[in-house]
């Protein structure tokens, strides 16, 4: 007399089947999460411009003597951390979320800070001068005063 195992367990085209359905739903996600992960780095650009901005004014106003600070300098204040200004003596800014900064006094009363963009990391880059509107353009290459479209 001949017993009957039951197998139990799926089948091999039931296992395909669920692999192609998490491969497509992969395939439309993926690039969605890439488009939000460039989003949040460029916002987080704008707020780092920002937060140079206030505390470039903040110099100014407090121990720049009517002058606009290095990165360094305003590490040296604690006015910036050491990830936007960067480290070192010769520092002129950091690289943070996709982006390299870079802080710069001119003469007199003013100074320019720009966020540049890393390869893939973010399809825009960023500038702000002594008048507080931040501008971007498209690609790698920061705006500068003339270029640069307006963020609203």
């Known amino acids: 007399m001949k017993t009957r195992r039951l197998q139990e367990g799926f089948s091999l085209i039931e296992l395909l089947v669920v692999v192609a359905v998490i491969g497509i739903v992969a395939a439309i996600a993926i690039p969605n999460l890439m488009a ?3 989003a949040a780095n460029e916002s987080s650009a704008v707020a780092n411009l920002r937060v140079i901005t206030h505390a470039e ?3 100014y106003l407090t121990v720049g003597n009517g002058r606009y600070g290095s990165a360094v300098e305003l590490r040296d204040a604690n006015l910036l951390d050491g990830v936007l200004a960067g480290d070192g003596a010769g520092a ?3 690289r943070k979320n996709g982006f390299q900064y870079a802080i710069t006094p001119g ?3 003013t100074y320019t800070a720009t966020a540049s963009a890393e390869t893939g990391m973010a399809t825009r880059s960023f500038f702000v001068d ?4 931040i501008r971007y353009k498209e690609g790698d290459v920061p705006p500068d005063a003339e270029t640069g479209t307006p963020i609203n």
Do not use: D
């Open 107 to 109: 003469a007199g009363a």
């Open 57 to 59: 004014h903040t110099f």
């Open 130 to 133: 002594e008048t507080g509107v």
């Open 92 to 94: 002129t800014g950091g």
């Open 36 to 38: 939000s992960r460039r």
